[in-house]
Structure formats: C-alpha cells, structure tokens
C-alpha cells in the first residue's frame, strides 16, 4: 500500500462520522503558510485528496522558498471530502517540508561545503524525507545498507583487527566497490588515509581536532574526501564547514527536523 493511501486508512478517512453532520456543499480551501519555508510534500497532497474525490490545484512545486502567507494550493470539491483529506495531506507538507526547510538552514550555512542526510528517518517514509533533503538543497547517503560500502566504528570494532580491515577494504576496492571509512580519533584517520578508499569520516571530532586532521590528511593524500560526522547542528555547522572538510553529514535533517506551521483554510 503506498504511503498515502496508508495514512488516510489510518487517520479513519473514508469513515469520518463528525463531518457526516455539516451540509456537502461544494467548497475551495486555500493551503496557507504560517511561517516562512521549503516546501516539500505537493505530490503526496495531492494524492490523499485524489483519494477522497477533491480536486488539487498547487501554486508551488516541490523546492520553492515560500514566505509566510503564501498560498500553497487551493483545493475544491464536496465540504465532507474536503475534511476528510485535510489531516492526511497537511501531515505530509508539514512533516517533508519541516526536513527540507531545516535542511536549507543548514545548507546555507554550510556553503559551499556539502550537506549530507543519513539514515536517521522515519520507518517507511525514508524515501520521502530523503527527497525533502534534496528539496532543501542537501544530498543523500545511502538509501540502504545494499547501496554502498560504509564501514563505521561497530564495524571496525567486531573485526577488531586494523591490519585484517585493511585487507578487507582492499579487497572491496580490488572489485571496483567505493568504500567510506570512519575514523574516530586523529591517528586512526591518518592510518586510513593510507587505505584505498573514496571518503574518510572524521566522527565526533571537535572543531579544533577536525582543522588539524584535516591538514594533516590533506598532506598525506590530497585526492581523500574528507566528511565531518557527529553531532553536527545550526550553532556549530559553519564553524565545521570552515576547516576544510569537502562535506558535512546531519543526522537532524530527518530525526529532528521540526514540523512547518501550514493550515487549511476554508
């Protein structure tokens, strides 16, 4: 079942027993903006009204930077069906485009240094809240663990061996396979800089550790992407961005990102 399809059964839409009192006059609602935004959900709005037999016009796409007040979209059909998407459609903007304005808070800040989201998301609704990211002006890791190589600290520890992991990556890299590689501590990232990899993660370092183990890997291999991971936030994300790492990644693009204030008015 899709997503949308999914809410609006769970939110009890085709069985809404207070709205059966008012008359089903043909009414139009206006989606309003209460704040200014990213907006991001359009496509699933539109769908959970399709569902319930009201038509769906948007002013805006997926992206746009909206100010408070704006008209997102309009929507027009029977007054009971109308209220019967209401809560679905809004929970879909709200939510998606919480993660995607909150992404470009952090983009803008961290500019031009990359942004990007992790696995951190809601269960089922990943591929939407990583489309909000991209909306945002972020980027994405790994969808799943089946789309790319990313060997972090619990990895490195059940192997427990750093001669055996480089081994292991070597053989990885030997079939053509990208690897991103975490580090915890300045020695250890200056040992895996040695290893054949694509992206070196620097976990959990604070602003001053990241500004000289970045130097110190930029000296031994140039070519190393280098990501800053690990409690990232809007206080600290420019100062992380300014010590030459290529790219950030924050957990609280999808985990933590606030709901947006947008209302249906009739």
Not at 147 to 172: C, S, T, W
């Amino acid at each position: 079942m899709d997503p949308v399809k999914q809410a609006l059964f769970e939110d009890g839409a085709f069985q809404d027993i207070t709205s059966a009192m008012i008359p089903n006059d043909r009414v139009t609602g206006r989606f309003l903006a209460k704040q200014d935004l990213v907006v991001c959900g359009i496509a699933q709005a539109r769908r959970a009204f399709q569902l319930v037999g009201v038509a769906f016009a948007s002013r805006v796409k997926d992206g746009d930077r909206v100010r408070k007040g704006m008209a997102l979209a309009t929507v027009t059909g029977p007054a009971r069906r109308v209220l019967a998407g209401e809560r679905t459609a809004l929970n879909f903007v709200q939510q998606l485009s919480g993660v995607a304005t909150l992404t470009r808070k952090f983009v803008d800040l961290a500019a031009p240094v990359r942004v990007f989201d992790t696995r951190k998301t809601t269960p089922g609704l990943r591929a939407l809240e990583k489309h909000a990211v991209v909306c945002g002006g972020g980027h994405n890791h790994r969808m799943g663990l089946q789309d790319g190589v990313m060997i972090k600290d619990n990895h490195i520890a059940a192997i427990g061996d750093l001669d055996v992991l480089r081994e292991k990556v070597q053989a990885l890299a030997s079939r053509g396979r990208p690897v991103v590689l975490e580090a915890s501590g300045h020695d250890q990232a200056l040992l895996f800089a040695t290893f054949p990899i694509q992206v070196l993660m620097l976990d959990n370092f604070s602003v001053p550790g990241l500004k000289r183990t970045v130097k110190a890997v930029r000296n031994l291999n140039p070519a190393l992407e280098l990501e800053a991971s690990g409690g990232v936030t809007l206080k600290t994300v420019r100062a992380v961005a300014r010590t030459g790492v290529d790219r950030v990644s924050v957990g609280a693009l999808t985990h933590s990102a606030p709901a947006v204030d947008i209302s249906l008015e009739l």
